[in-house]
């Protein structure tokens, strides 16, 4: 079992930037592959940023195109936790936050843990 608490979000102008956290226990956290998911009011749950390994076990990343040059995602395994950094803020990136998690590799999106939330809003 997996549970992943995030923190960070919180009010920005546009243009602004803002840092996501979130902390997993589990000692298997090396061998998840991380995400990050918001939903909007009214909309369905989107992809933001995925955080997963290939074969050779090296670490990869991968966005979806709204946020590709404004968004990062990195990870410290020795500190179990996953951070979505997110710059040029816009209106339109005003959501709820979620954390995720999965054991298995790859760009799939069907994770199976999942974090409480963090909302962050973007004023225009």
């Known amino acids: 079992q997996v549970q992943l608490v995030e923190s960070g979000g919180g009010l920005v102008q546009a243009g602004g930037s803002l840092r996501l956290s979130c902390a997993a226990t589990g000692r298997t956290f090396s061998t998840q592959t991380m995400g990050w998911f918001r939903q909007a009011p009214g909309k369905e749950r989107e992809f933001v940023a995925g955080?997963?390994?290939?074969?050779?076990?090296?670490?990869?990343?991968d966005y979806a195109d709204s946020v590709k040059g404004r968004f990062t995602i990195s990870r410290d395994n020795a500190k179990n936790t996953v951070w979505l950094q997110m710059n040029s803020l816009k209106p339109e990136d005003t959501a709820v936050y979620y954390c995720?998690?999965?054991?298995?590799?790859?760009?799939?999106?069907?994770?199976?843990?999942w974090g409480q939330g963090t909302q962050v809003t973007v004023s225009s």
């Open positions: 995720a998690s999965k054991r298995s590799n790859g760009l799939g999106r069907n994770y199976d843990y």
């Open positions: 955080h997963t390994w290939n074969t050779g076990n090296l670490y990869y990343a």
